[in-house]
């Protein structure tokens, strides 16, 4: 059979860079998307000499406010119908005082009324995944993120926005 193989990778990075332009656009912070071509994509660097670190790679000198940050950017995803899926230290950068998300290979976007309760259900457990890990990194701090309590107030607002 003659053909050409489906591009896996292109598709995923396509996808990846679909929701980080979104995201970007809806006003999370995130390092500004650049372009894409095949299976890769650019974006715009963070740092100076060095690259800016994972939350995971410092010591923070402002915990509470990091962690309100990062709830924060937690919500404005949902503004634009994306759950990140994956969401830990390990997906947060710190830079300049703020808190940005990167790694969307996970993420759910229920921006497609179509299929919008059928994704938003798929989301729920990821979204609930991604508080609990902010609760936990938090909690190194002693910084309280009750990762239930923003959940189900999270949970009510996506109902009425993906309505």
């Given at each position: 059979m003659?053909?050409?193989?489906?591009?896996?990778?292109?598709?995923?990075?396509?996808?990846e860079f679909t929701i980080l332009d979104k995201a970007y656009r809806a006003g999370v912070p995130v390092p500004t998307p650049a372009r894409r071509a095949d299976n890769m994509f650019t974006m715009r660097?963070?740092?100076?000499?060095?690259?800016?670190?994972l939350l995971k790679d410092i010591e923070l000198e402002q915990p509470q406010e990091v962690a309100d940050q990062?709830?924060?950017?937690?919500?404005?995803?949902?503004?634009?119908?994306i759950v990140h899926g994956d969401l830990s230290e390990y997906n947060l950068v710190y830079w300049d005082g703020r808190v940005f998300v990167i790694d969307f290979p996970?993420?759910?976007?229920?921006?497609s009324r179509v299929s919008r309760h059928r994704l938003l259900k798929e989301a729920e457990p990821l979204l609930l995944r991604d508080l609990t890990n902010l609760q936990n990194y938090f909690a190194k701090y002693d910084v309280t993120v009750n990762a239930e309590d923003e959940y189900h107030r999270l949970l009510k607002k996506i109902e009425t926005i993906a309505e």
């Open positions: 003659v053909g050409y193989a489906v591009d896996i990778m292109g598709a995923i990075a396509a996808r660097y963070l740092g100076d000499e060095g690259k800016a670190p990062a709830i924060c950017l937690v919500e404005k995803m949902l503004d634009a119908f996970q993420a759910v976007d229920f921006s």
